[in-house]
């Protein structure tokens, strides 16, 4: 738990068990789950959590940089653990949201067109190699 806990004192976050439980969740399922499954999960080891402590706990761990929010999927937003550069593939079929590492030709560009560029992320959408 000691790396979580110093995550949040880097970014001057109080360290909460609720704060610190999330983040491992999310550290240990790498499958880009969303705030009602997260909350699921852990709600069977912390019977006293609630929805909103949750929900509450990702916004704030994504406006600090220590997770990242995911629109690929147009019902519910999904969490990552991984804040490095890289991008994503949604499985139409399973729904399956994998991690994906190519090289993007503008992923060291600065500015595009006088635009001031903060991220680049690719987002693929197709069938997955097990549903093929
Ligand atoms: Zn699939
Ligand atoms: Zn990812």
Do not use: W
């Not at 790396?3 to 790498?30: A, F, H, M, S, W």
């Not at 890289?86 to 994906?100: N, R, S, T, V």
């Amino acid at each position: 738990m000691n790396e979580y806990v110093k995550l949040l004192k880097e970014k001057g976050l109080k360290i909460t068990p609720q704060r610190l439980e999330i983040i491992r969740y999310l550290d240990l399922n790498r499958t880009h789950p969303d705030a009602d499954t997260i909350y699921t999960e852990l709600k069977k080891s912390n019977p006293s959590l609630s929805r909103t402590t949750v929900y509450n706990t990702l916004d704030i761990l994504n406006q600090q940089g220590l997770i990242r929010e995911l629109t690929i999927s147009r019902s519910e937003m999904r969490y990552d653990f991984e804040t490095r550069p890289h991008h994503h593939f949604l499985c139409g079929k399973c729904g399956e949201i994998m991690d994906i590492y190519v090289k993007c030709p503008y992923l060291d560009t600065k500015e595009l067109g006088g635009n001031h560029i903060e991220e680049i992320h690719g987002y693929f959408k197709g069938t997955c190699k097990n549903c093929c």
